[in-house]
């Protein structure tokens, strides 16, 4: 399937950037660590799949939307137990809103 679509783009280092081994030019125990890595990712895409479906569970992986927010180990320390039990709980989405309220 790889030698109809090609190499393409899967992170932002932009195009050009990874070299691509092609199946038929390789030999020997490098085509048992592609046949690994291939499996890894489709396992790892599977994964990542399953979790987005998954409201609670999956909140990771939208995180690019989440405020930034920069603590220091002085800044934790320094806080209450409740802040910093609301801060964590925010962040996880398990605050007593309506919508966790009913699950």
């Known amino acids: ?18 070299t691509a081994k092609w199946w038929s030019k390789i030999e020997g125990k490098e085509k048992r660590y592609m046949i690994i890595d291939e499996i890894r990712n489709k ?7 399953k979790a987005v479906q998954q409201p609670q569970q999956g ?13 220091t180990w002085n800044d934790i320390w320094h806080m209450a137990p409740l802040t910093i039990s609301f801060l964590i709980r925010s962040v996880y989405d398990l605050l007593p809103s309506n919508a966790n309220l009913v699950q």
């Open 1 to 18: 399937m790889k030698k109809v679509i090609g190499q393409t783009q899967t992170d932002r280092r932009g195009l050009g950037s990874t």
């Open 43 to 49: 396992e790892a895409s599977t994964r990542v799949q």
């Open 59 to 71: 909140q990771w992986t939208n995180w690019d939307t989440a405020i930034q927010r920069s603590l």
